[in-house]
T-cell receptor, first 115, second 116 residues
């Protein structure tokens, strides 16, 4: 069973629009960590954020913001005022205490920002 | 500094060749990882080294042979690969590995491998 679901495969937005990427996860552990990574066309996976299961505070970093809701098992990511440089694949990932060292990745969201 | 370096950036090899991929980090991390990523797919874990010992092998075929000569260096030796092994190979590191799920893995830029 898929542990991390990113339903939207490809999302196209016009520059300066906001875009929200949905991430729904599934786990039986009470201790777990959620991550978002960005993968531009160059290939490198760039770490964006880590959130643990006990911290439901939302986070804002520049134009990026994250909304973590345990009640709906979701960890959504919003890019505000998108720019062409935001064009990339974004992966949500789950790490559970039971499966140390293993990141369960979602299938990724391909974001295309149109100038 | 959260840099993981990988060489070469691109590699083309025949099915009878032997080649190696190299990964290096100088963050003092003690866990290092190899992932394989096919186009339009998420990365798939291949191997994990923790404190220079192989801790996870995800049933990877023996034509892939990992090596961790020291805590900052990770190699992946390739021999008799198949065309379906063509992919992006990503290396990652994290502080300890044994500490479990709370660690962030930092990735390198990858090696794009084409097997002819």
């Amino acid at each position: 069973a898929q542990k991390v679901t990113q339903a939207q495969t490809e999302i196209s937005v016009v520059e300066k629009e906001d875009v929200t990427l949905d991430c729904v996860y599934e786990t039986r552990d009470t201790t777990y960590y959620l991550f978002w990574y960005k993968q531009p066309p160059s290939g490198e996976l760039v770490f964006l954020i880590r959130r643990n299961s006990f911290d439901e505070q939302n986070e804002i970093s520049g134009r990026y913001s994250w909304n973590f809701q345990k009640s709906t098992s979701s960890f959504n990511f919003t890019i505000t005022a998108s720019q062409v440089v935001d064009s990339a694949v974004y992966f949500c990932a789950l790490s559970e205490a039971t499966f140390r060292d293993r990141l369960a990745f979602g299938k990724g969201n391909q974001v295309v920002v149109i100038p | 500094d959260t840099e993981v370096t990988q060489t070469p950036k691109h590699l083309v090899m025949g099915m009878t060749n032997k080649k190696s991929l190299k990964c290096e980090q100088h963050m003092g991390h003690r866990a290092m990882y190899w992932y394989k990523q096919k186009a339009k797919k998420p990365p798939e874990l291949m191997f994990v080294y923790s404190y220079e010992k192989l801790s996870i092998n995800e049933s990877v075929p023996s034509r892939f042979s990992p090596e961790c000569p020291n805590s900052s260096l990770l190699n992946l030796h390739l021999h008799a690969l198949q065309p379906e092994d063509s992919a992006l190979y990503l290396c990652a590191s994290s502080p300890q590995g044994l500490a479990g799920s709370r660690e962030t893995q930092y990735f390198g830029p990858g090696t794009r491998l084409l097997v002819l």
